[in-house]
């Protein structure tokens, strides 16, 4: 059974900063790729990031490269987003994922929780 918790979503005004967390609770087979995707109004879904078991990351959107930092730390079994430079456009519902592997297919083919409302005006 894999547990996702997300936090720290709340409203902002651009170019402020945020990190949201994400506590999980799994096998660590089915935690071994971390990630990150949301879900904007009226938009489809889209990929932020991922992190694997070693540290290795991929931003998935090209629109937060250089903005946005995810890490994990898997002795809290948490991962994190940092999102810096906030555009209204990160306006979306934020989703904590996990997958066997970070390799092919979006992050919403694994677990996912119930997400985390970001907010830029």
């Known amino acids: 059974h894999v547990q996702l918790v997300e936090s720290g979503g709340v409203s902002v005004q651009a170019g402020n900063s945020l990190r949201l967390s994400c506590v999980y609770s799994?096998?660590?087979?089915?935690?071994?790729?971390m990630g990150w995707f949301r879900k904007a109004a009226g938009m489809d879904r889209e990929g932020v990031a991922r992190?694997?078991?070693?540290?290795?990351?991929?931003y998935d959107a090209d629109s937060v490269k250089g903005r946005f930092t995810i890490s994990r730390d898997n002795a809290k079994n948490t991962v994190y987003l940092e999102m810096n430079s906030l555009k209204p456009e990160d306006t979306a519902l934020y989703y904590c994922s996990a997958r066997r592997d970070c390799k092919g297919g979006p992050m919403w083919l694994g677990y996912w929780g119930q997400g985390t409302q970001v907010t830029v005006s």
């Open positions: 799994a096998q660590p087979i089915e935690t071994a790729c």
């Open positions: 992190v694997d078991i070693g540290g290795e990351t991929t």
